[in-house]
């Protein structure tokens, strides 16, 4: 009789525990997913931008012909920043990295035709430049977003597969850190403004 009783109380401790590592299994399935989908909505805004610009550039083209290499360069930093492309379960610290550099590199093209624009006083009365530019700062200001709630997500996911009993379980279903957007190298120091 009582090893019948001591049966069923293993039992019931096993049951628990199986109950208890499916919960905690789930529940690193639905963070990873949140990374993912947030990973969606980042690579999304992304896409906007890339989208804009060609239009951003056929308008400057028609007022600034002879800009011809920072157009190059922009359409050129384009084709790079939509090239790369991550899924969430490629989301090392160097891919990431990888697909930084590239969207800087993009930014970087961006800010030089901003320059040649204010060169051109009637193309920064252009309606269709001006609603461009606008549609362009509002993408900059998503992307802005998009890539925090990434971070908030990553954090979230992160600090449950750190955590017991989440991380025993994480290393027998193959779960794996994601890495943050980090900050530009160099964005620590405020940009030099000349007049």
Known sequence: MKNIKSSWIIIGVLALLVIYSVSV???LVLLEENVSSQWANVENVYQRRADLIPNLVNTVKGYAAHERETLEAV???????TGINLNANELTPENLQQFQAAQSSFSSALSRLMVVVE???D???NQNFLELQAQLEGTEN?????RMKFNDMVKSFNTKIRRFPANVLKSIFGFEAKAYFE?????DKAPEVQF
């Open 75 to 81: 359409i050129e930093a384009r084709s790079k920043a």
């Open 142 to 146: 998503r992307i802005s977003v998009e």
């Open 123 to 125: 193309l920064k009365a």
């Open 119 to 121: 060169r051109y006083p």
């Open 25 to 27: 299994y789930n529940r």
């Open 183 to 187: 900050a530009e190298e160099g964005s």
